[in-house]
């Protein structure tokens, strides 16, 4: 969030961001200036890769195209990919991150943020009974829950076909189980 805006943003929104970037855990962390600073950002991600083995990182191709150039330059379009935000590319990692939430399977350490952000989180249905992340109301933000969907959709984009378990051989009318030729 811009550091010279968080006070407004924090009236309007009745939401006290300014106490969550002063805390010592850095549960939000704020860019210079008044807008966001796409560069700080780049940055910081940049400063994470040498930190932690980042394997793939996800992004919302909505007004990113700069950034997502700048992380493919920087560290290759293998690890940085665009993450299109339609019922196709979001209903797996969303259902498995309800999956995760409903099996008291993901832990975190209690962060204010996610916390109010998953509080602002519902969830839209199409025909197909595909699901996507959506706001409740406009106001509302839900970047971190988003972020960890897209983080599921890479870590499942990433993940090797499973080993078929049975395969079975037909040859000339005649079934021989053990594997395909």
């Known amino acids: 969030m811009p550091a010279k805006s968080i006070e407004r943003r924090a009236q309007e929104d009745g939401v006290p961001y300014p106490d969550w970037a002063r805390a010592r855990e850095g549960w939000l962390f704020t860019t210079p200036g008044d807008v966001i600073d796409h560069d700080a950002i780049l940055e910081f991600l940049l400063a994470l890769t040498k930190t932690y083995k980042v394997q793939a990182i996800g992004i919302d191709q909505a007004g990113a195209t700069a950034m997502v150039t700048r992380?493919?330059?920087?560290?290759?379009?293998?690890?940085?990919?665009?993450?299109?935000?339609?019922?196709r590319y979001l209903s797996e990692p969303s259902k498995l991150l309800e999956a995760l939430v409903v099996g008291?399977?993901?832990?975190?350490?209690?962060?204010?943020?996610?916390?109010?952000?998953?509080?602002?989180?519902?969830?839209?249905?199409?025909?197909?009974?595909?699901?996507r992340p959506v706001k409740i109301s406009q106001r509302q933000r839900i970047d971190g829950p988003v972020s960890l969907i897209l983080a599921l959709a890479m870590h499942l984009r990433h993940q090797p076909a499973p080993e078929p378990k049975f395969q079975m051989i037909i040859l000339g009318g005649r079934e021989r189980a053990g594997g395909w030729r």
């Not at 992380?71 to 019922?87: I, K, Y």
């Not at 209690?110 to 519902?122: D, Q, R």
């Open 104 to 131: 008291q399977q993901l832990r975190h350490p209690n962060n204010p943020v996610m916390n109010w952000c998953m509080g602002n989180l519902a969830v839209e249905e199409n025909a197909w009974r595909e699901t």
């Open 71 to 87: 992380l493919q330059r920087e560290l290759g379009e293998a690890l940085v990919q665009e993450v299109p935000q339609g019922f």
